[in-house]
């Protein structure tokens, strides 16, 4: 079946910009998160969503980064005014429900670069 | 923290050779899950290791796990050209949140 997607797979944008990044998760999956990864580095944790519910928000870096899953199902990650240091690969992954499904499976990430 | 942190940062070796990759950790954890990332594949789950588990196989993966010294390993053995890769552990503490490091890259030279 098909996993998960994102798009753009690659986005710049001019400082000041804002941009929105799409994840599409495998259907069904009713948690999905957001991480950040930046050049040489782990991913680290930025959102959780269960269902519509965004139920963890801890690591989002600043109240420019917004992140929302409406229908439960496809969400967007909102970046508003970029920043050079906003430059990452931004990756999406989803889980399903199921007792003691912890596995989580990763969309190919989109590349933002700030210039 | 509950990051993971992976030793070594690099690794290369021949192809056939096994390759053994370290994981230390803070807290307590539910379990410890490793993933592989490519550039061909991006992220993928390998193996998970539960709190309560000491070893596990998967094909030519094991994983340990010793919770009293916080710390995990990950052997590959009879190494591929396709398993050059970066290598996270990533411990979860809760029951979603993951926590990588930054890696050992893993390099098999054909």
């Known amino acids: 079946g098909a996993g998960v997607s994102q798009s753009p797979r690659y986005k710049v944008a001019k400082r000041g910009q804002d941009v929105a990044l799409r994840c599409d998760p495998i259907?069904?999956?009713?948690?999905l998160f957001w991480y950040q990864q930046a050049l040489g580095q782990g991913p680290e944790f930025l959102t959780y969503?269960?269902?519509?519910?965004?139920?963890?928000k801890s690591g989002l870096p600043s109240d420019r980064f917004f992140a929302e899953r409406p229908e439960g199902s496809v969400s967007t990650l909102k970046i508003q005014r970029t920043q050079q240091e906003d430059s990452a690969v931004y990756l999406c992954a989803s889980r399903s429900r199921g007792s003691g499904s912890y596995e989580q499976y990763f969309g190919p990430g989109t590349r933002l670069t700030v210039t | 923290s509950q990051q993971g942190e992976e030793d070594p940062q690099a690794l290369s070796i021949q192809e056939g050779e096994n390759a053994t990759m370290n994981c230390s950790y803070k807290t307590s954890i539910n379990n410890l899950q490793w993933y592989r990332q490519n550039s061909g594949r991006g992220l993928v789950h390998l193996i998970l290791i539960r709190s309560n588990e000491r070893e596990k196989h998967s094909g030519r993966l094991r994983v340990t796990l010793d919770t009293s010294k916080k710390s995990s390993s990950l052997l590959i053995t009879a190494s591929r050209a396709a398993d050059t890769a970066s290598y996270f552990c990533?411990?979860?503490?809760?029951?979603?949140?993951?926590?990588f490091g930054k890696g050992t890259l893993l390099t098999v030279n054909p």
């Open positions: 259907s069904g999956h009713v948690s």
């Open positions: 990533a411990p979860l503490s809760s029951n979603y949140k993951l926590t």
């Open positions: 969503f269960q269902n519509e519910a965004q139920l963890d």
